[in-house]
């Protein structure tokens, strides 16, 4: 069964400071993966979407993702936070025919002042 | 245009009862997904809807049933709650064919008591 895995569950950084994010999937097929932000209080969005081409995606709110085929990861990364970007952070991979989203667990971030 | 919405936004129910959780799709959209986040976890795909008829269920069991009405709106039923039913439940709708742009709603936050 295709999977995904998140590696850090709780992440606290200081603003400016830069953010990795891993994510892990399992799945031998063509994948298409998301980066999906939840803000406190707030829907789940979408952040950013890999379908295929270009491997560094670019999201909102200067947000951007690789995606490396060879380790089967799509880390999200920016180079500097802000405060505001305290939320959760989901990866999910399409599968099930391309109608199924299979999420990580998360990572819940945390931004200080 | 208009987001996606689900009712009620709280629920508390008892162990052995049974739940409606309702979802209003996005303007233009026809198909609706059901998630489940349970505390500390990603979302997990239940099923998906579209023209009326399930179309993809992930691994929960029958008592987890759903309905699409012709004007795209979707319910969620739940019969035989038990506690491990708690949990915020999402609703994402999309185009036909376009899962991988899915709008979630704020979700149902289900307690089961």
């Known amino acids: 069964a295709q999977s995904v895995s998140q590696h850090n569950h709780h992440v606290i950084l200081s603003e400016a400071a830069s953010l990795e994010l891993g994510c892990n999937y399992s799945?031998?097929?063509?994948?298409?993966l998301f980066w999906y932000v939840q803000y406190p209080g707030q829907h789940l969005q979408l952040l950013l979407k890999?379908?295929?081409?270009?491997?560094l995606v670019k999201g909102i709110k200067g947000f951007e993702a690789e995606f490396i085929k060879s380790k089967f990861s799509f880390n999200l990364r920016k180079p500097s936070v802000q405060w505001s970007d305290t939320a959760e952070y989901f990866c999910?991979?399409?599968?099930?025919?391309?109608?199924?989203?299979?999420f990580g667990t998360g990572t819940q971030l945390k931004v200080e002042l | 245009e208009t987001g996606v919405t689900q009712s009620p936004t709280h629920l508390i129910k008892t162990r052995g009862q049974q739940v409606t959780l309702r979802c209003s799709s996005q303007?233009?959209?026809?198909?609706v997904s059901w998630y489940q986040q349970a505390l500390g976890q990603g979302p997990q795909f239940i099923f998906q809807?579209?023209?009326?008829?399930?179309?993809g269920r992930g691994n929960f069991p029958p008592r987890f049933s759903g309905l699409q009405f012709p004007n795209y709106s979707s319910e969620l039923n739940v019969n035989a709650l038990e506690l491990d039913d708690s949990a915020l439940y999402l609703c994402?709708?999309?185009?036909?064919?376009?899962?991988?742009?899915?709008?979630f709603g704020p979700g149902t936050r289900l307690t089961v008591t």
């Open positions: 799945y031998g097929g063509t994948v298409n």
């Open positions: 303007s233009g959209h026809n198909t």
């Open positions: 999910a991979v399409l599968t099930g025919g391309g109608n199924k989203l299979t």
């Open positions: 890999y379908f295929s081409g270009d491997p």
């Open positions: 994402a709708s999309s185009l036909w064919g376009t899962s991988y742009e899915q709008y």
């Open positions: 809807y579209y023209r009326e008829e399930e179309n």
